[in-house]
């Protein structure tokens, strides 16, 4: 599937509405313009109204299908964004030019917030090439080193993420070195933990299984080589990591050395975020939209 | 490049002789003879020679060009190997039918074995065709969370590897979650160290630079796009994981989701060990052959 298709298949099947904090930035703008030529978003800017229409106009950007909220400073208008969602202006969140924490305060304030389940998580959504799937894995770029509470917790960020893009009952993979449990390795204990406690009801909406390797939890013949018995090995919908490195060293390896188109969207707030950097492609940034609309559609 | 075509660059000059412990298995003698018709490796036999030889004619494997040294079981078959490659009668050693553990036990051997630098570590060796370069990639199956400590023997072990193959002055990315000292995130602190120590000659033969995250090790792309100066950044040979779940999810994302080539050598004994596993597929057996021979001919 090339990237057209792909976009064709993630996009909401109508524009859903961004609201972005701090929208003073030429390549937020361009980004946003063309997920609207696309029909994935329409876009609430909040910011410096001169200064958005200063960069728009010497950008030659059209940014004339979007409203603008003028917010004086970074924490206006991370606050008039959330303000936004809150409201029911828009669907869902965009990080503009501001830091990250920043944006973050604004959504987990008590009174004025968007809070969630509890966990802020991120959720990178990569679709493969070579294996002809979308895969959600987390958390490889906001929580770096989880304990239970916290895994079962990205376990339920990651699966309304899954959901919300059309997987009925995700298969998740609780990733480790090994397949056994193994008292020196924890990851391989919390796997297992996590294992039981969706059988017990506590993690819901999923079939959780673990501890998986890599190998494992991507490909039938492994599973079956290894001798694994398992509703979730060879087929996972959703990857645990067990720590931060482990995360970002995959994500990073779909997009750098196995032609994935990567996304990523932030869970656990009442909306997804999306918090796309320079960094990522022009694709990468697009179909990051297309995840958290469709996401935000459907939650 | 083809896996011909790879196979030709790595294999070493003239046919290296393994050791095999416990060569009662139909695919450990099957692969060897792959090996020798390929012109990668002799081969001497350690293990019940009568069953080795029912196993070989119960297959059909023609094991007449190797020579057979009988052992009773499996710790005298671990041990045959080993004075084989101490008395010059081979020059490296492979797992047949024994635990690893058995094995490393007759490496270690403090009067007859095969004792090296003091730390045995697994480096994988990858090639993406993507990329279009071998990576090599420690420790994904050994060591399970080394300390600054290890984590420099991990890097000697590594570099012994990529030089024995031919890189002349390996480039070692130590990798993390960010490129940034993070005093929340021993790896990078653990990654800043190394660089230095690599720096005071501590670590020698080879370009140390960490944290470093996955793209940026990867893609020089990725390292001008975030703006990090670095000799390592972008074309790292070396990639050297915090834990062993980043390692040996990282592996596996290049075999199973990115059309890699995988192969796996130990390092830090007095010569390298082919430590293949039966999940491991043909051409990965016959590719840590040939790694393992090129790496004992040239340290």
Chains 1, 2 share one sequence.
Do not use: W
Request: proline share 4%; charged share 20%; aromatic share 4%.
């Amino acid at each position: 599937m090339d990237f057209a298709a792909l976009l064709a298949q993630t996009k909401p099947p109508k524009r859903q509405t961004v609201a972005v904090a701090a929208a003073e930035d030429s390549v937020v703008l361009q980004t946003l313009v063309d997920a609207y030529k696309e029909g994935i978003a329409d876009a609430v800017l909040c910011g410096d109204e001169t200064r958005i229409r200063e960069i728009a106009q010497a950008k030659g950007i059209d940014i004339s299908p979007f409203a603008i909220m003028h917010a004086a400073d970074e924490k206006k208008a991370a606050a008039a964004a959330v303000a936004a969602v809150r409201e029911g202006k828009a669907d869902m969140l965009m990080k503009g030019l501001l830091q990250t924490s920043s944006l973050l305060k604004a959504v987990l304030d008590k009174e004025h917030g968007l809070r969630g389940s509890g966990l802020i998580s991120h959720v990178a959504v990569t679709y493969s090439p070579i294996l002809d799937r979308t895969l959600f894995l987390s958390d490889g770029g906001m929580i770096t080193y989880p304990d239970l509470a916290a895994k079962a917790k990205i376990i339920d960020n990651a699966v309304l993420a899954a959901k919300g893009m059309g997987v009925v009952l995700p298969k998740v993979a609780v990733l480790a070195a090994v397949e056994t449990v193994n008292p020196d390795m924890q990851p391989t204990i919390d796997a297992a933990a996590l294992t039981q406690m969706n059988r017990r009801g506590q993690i819901k909406g999923c079939i959780v299984d673990g501890p998986l390797a890599m190998d494992v939890a991507l490909s039938p013949y492994a599973a079956e080589h290894k001798g694994i018995k398992s509703e979730v090995a060879g087929y996972a919908d959703i990857l645990i990591f067990p720590n931060i490195e482990a995360g970002n060293c995959a994500l990073k390896i779909f997009t750098c050395a196995a032609n994935g188109i990567f996304g990523g969207v932030v869970m656990g707030a009442a909306a997804p975020i999306v918090l796309s950097s320079r960094g990522d492609s022009e694709q990468g940034k697009l179909f990051s939209i297309a995840c958290a609309g469709k996401i935000a559609m459907n939650n």
